[in-house]
């Protein structure tokens, strides 16, 4: 049986979904919310929920809780691997961090975690998730308003671009790789993907200027791109919600992309999805167009 935790969350209901789709798996979902009927109640910042969440589970699809300051993270991610071991689960997949986030403040929570895993008594396979899609194309909403009124959309990117990677993706891999090593611990067998770690990078890298492309698409208008500072990038970040400890993944990101290192080299996505990953570009710009549309700034609305 394979176990889904923040099974409501934008990955694990994709992963949820996919894993559903597929006859001979038995796959239940974890959730902070759940009832114990359609859901298991699985919290890591509640380890009961986790020592009786985990029983019979055989792989655990382990979906990181990122949203909190490291040492938050930490012990939640500490609390889920010891009780994993404790309840005797076989297999645990982990979606971590790709490797062009490797100098993102991100990457703590993430490379901590494969550390311990690499100890742990029990198989484990590594998907190191590339960056999403969402992250450029939230950038680009969030400066269209600007640039429907200036022709401009200034962002701290310098000439570097980042690579990312549809989430449907990324939930593909990681229900092949659930969906494959459940059946091989079914049959007796170790898991084909034990002690493997994928590297799940986007299959296309995007910077300032393909972004204001999509804006002036969406737009109905030239846009240019300016390079801004990181001061800029700071500044603007003020009175935005962002919590502080936000604010500082968000500059390092941006850090990491003008330094031209948010560009990966190499991706095992092809491997792991027959079909290949999805057109990045494509996605990018009808996003781009929804977010403008529903700032009524589209090219049809002005
Ligand atoms: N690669 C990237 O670009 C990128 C970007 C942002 C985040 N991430 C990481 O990838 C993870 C999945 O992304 P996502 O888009 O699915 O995020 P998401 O939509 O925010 O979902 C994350 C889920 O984690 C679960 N969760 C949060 N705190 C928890 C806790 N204390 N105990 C148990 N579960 C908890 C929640 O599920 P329930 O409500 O069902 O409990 C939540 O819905 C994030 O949590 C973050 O660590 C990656």
Known sequence: MILVTGSTGGLGSLILKGLNDIDDVKVVAGTRGGDGVAARRIDFDDPASLSEGFKDVDVLLFISAGYAEDDVVLDRHGAVLGAAAAAGVKHVVYTSL???????????????????LAKAPFDVTILRNGLYTEIPVGLAVAGAAAAAATGVFAAPFGEGRMSVVAKEDLADAAVRVAAESDRDLSTGTRSRHADRTYELEGPAAVGGD??????????GRPVEYRSASLSEARAGLQ??????????????IFANIKAGWAEASHTDLRALLPAGPR???????????????????DAGAR
């Not at 393909?210 to 737009?219: F, G, K, M, P, V």
């Not at 057109?279 to 700034?297: E, F, K, T």
């Open 98 to 116: 790709a490797a062009s986030g490797e100098r993102m403040t991100i990457a703590l929570p993430h490379r901590w975690t494969e550390e311990r």
């Open 239 to 252: 009175g935005t919600g962002l919590l502080p400890y936000q604010a500082t993944h968000t500059i390092s």
């Open 279 to 297: 057109p990045i570009r494509d996605a990018i710009a009808a996003a781009v167009q929804a977010g403008c549309r529903s700032q009524s700034l």
């Open 210 to 219: 393909e972004l204001a492309e999509a804006l002036a698409a969406s737009l």
